[in-house]
């Protein structure tokens, strides 16, 4: 079982940046790939980005490439997202989560999520 705990949203302006946290409870983080996913009301969950166990492997969805990046800190069983650039699409609520199998798009194929962080761009 794991219980992943998202910090870090909020208000930002167009332009601005926000940097998410994803804190894992779990005594063996390095077997799980890590994603994150976003959903805006009335639309469906989306995936974001997604990073391998050790961090070796990164994906991107067309729309935050270049602008977000993923990484994980496996001695702190902590993944992040770091946003720039954001824009108005971007808000949405975002969800951190987990699967031992890494590549997928899908939030099916995730086993793990978290609760969720609100992200707001607007001026």
């Known amino acids: 079982q794991v219980q992943l705990v998202e910090s870090g949203g909020g208000l930002v302006q167009p332009g601005g940046s926000l940097k998410l946290s994803c804190a894992a409870s779990?005594?063996?983080?390095?077997?799980?790939?890590m994603g994150w996913f976003r959903q805006a009301p009335g639309k469906e969950r989306q995936f974001v980005a997604a990073?391998?166990?050790?961090?070796?492997?990164?994906n991107y969805a067309d729309s935050v490439k270049g602008r977000f990046t993923i990484s994980r800190d496996n001695a702190k069983n902590t993944v992040y997202l770091q946003m720039n650039s954001l824009k108005p699409e971007d808000t949405a609520v975002y969800y951190c989560?987990?699967?031992?199998?890494?590549?997928?798009?899908?939030?099916?194929?995730?086993?793990?999520w978290g609760q969720g962080t609100q992200v707001t761009v607007s001026s």
């Open positions: 989560a987990a699967d031992r199998s890494y590549g997928s798009t899908y939030s099916s194929d995730y086993a793990y």
């Open positions: 779990t005594r063996t983080f390095t077997s799980y790939a």
């Open positions: 990073i391998s166990w050790g961090g070796g492997s990164r």
